[in-house]
Nanobody, 118 residues
């Protein structure tokens, strides 16, 4: 019954920046990994960044040095700071949480559209 909501997408010029946020609501016991995925039209969904409860991070190679993922365990949120954006970064971005309780499940947000274009 946990739901995720992304925000912060929009239209930005190449070289610009956006900050995406994702907040969880509902009955939450524990949140393990938090991740960000993206999907461009006609392409498969790919993992962009992930962060563990201990703040270890993992990034898609093409975004290293440009994107930074963070989390706030007290607020049950994650953020993806995206700098020096490129047209190939365009797509729908989704957050994903691994949530543990009576059962462990993956929960996805609805997605937020990022368009990098002149």
């Amino acid at each position: 019954q946990v739901q995720l909501m992304e925000s912060g997408g929009g239209l930005v010029q190449p070289g610009g920046s956006l900050r995406l946020s994702c907040a969880a609501s509902g009955t939450i016991f524990r949140i393990y990994a938090m991740g960000w995925y993206r999907q461009a039209p006609g392409k498969s969904r790919e993992m962009v960044a992930a962060i563990t409860p201990g703040f270890n991070t993992n990034y898609l190679a093409s975004v290293k040095g440009r994107f930074t993922v963070s989390r706030d365990n007290a607020r049950n949120t994650t953020a993806l700071q995206m700098n020096n954006l490129k047209p190939e970064d365009s797509g729908v971005y989704y957050c994903n949480f691994h949530i543990g309780g009576a059962r462990v499940e993956e929960v996805w947000g609805q997605g937020t559209l990022v368009t990098v274009s002149e």
